[in-house]
């Protein structure tokens, strides 16, 4: 999986998005569902869950490198929003892998996201 993940990651850190980012993420899980599902309950979830975390920081810092706002956050605080968007993924996937449900997690996250910014700006304001 590793060539593949780093093929990944080289392709698809270019959304437009955080919101893009977390679905694209997604569907990359998504294609191999049924085989991360049976080595995350069939063989052991500790490495699988370090290489999803691992990922989606790899993923996060080359997304944000592409940002030009970016590059006006100190250091530190751009490792809080990674930091932050790694455990929001992580959490997902994680949910995902763990739940017997079919839920639609793309379709439930993209329409949480499309309304988290509005939410969180009215609450800061």
């Given at each position: 999986c590793g060539q593949r993940c780093e093929e990944f990651l080289t392709n698809h850190a270019d959304v437009t998005s955080m919101r893009g980012g977390i679905l694209t993420l997604l569907n990359f899980f998504t294609d191999d569902r049924h085989v991360i599902r049976n080595m995350f309950h069939g063989y052991s979830s500790a490495?699988?869950?370090?290489?999803?975390?691992?990922?989606?920081?790899?993923?996060?810092?080359?997304?944000?490198?592409?940002?030009?706002?970016?590059?006006?956050?100190?250091?530190?605080?751009?490792?809080?929003?990674?930091?932050?968007?790694?455990y929001l993924m992580f959490g997902i996937i994680v949910d995902w892998l763990s739940g017997e449900s079919d839920v639609d997690y793309i379709r439930t996250v993209d329409t949480a996201l499309k309304k988290l910014p509005a939410l969180l700006a009215d609450s800061m304001g």
């Open positions: 490495p699988l869950e370090r290489f999803i975390l691992n990922m989606t920081q790899d993923y996060t810092r080359r997304f944000l490198s592409t940002v030009p706002m970016a590059e006006q956050v100190p250091a530190e605080e751009l490792e809080n929003i990674v930091q932050l968007y790694v």
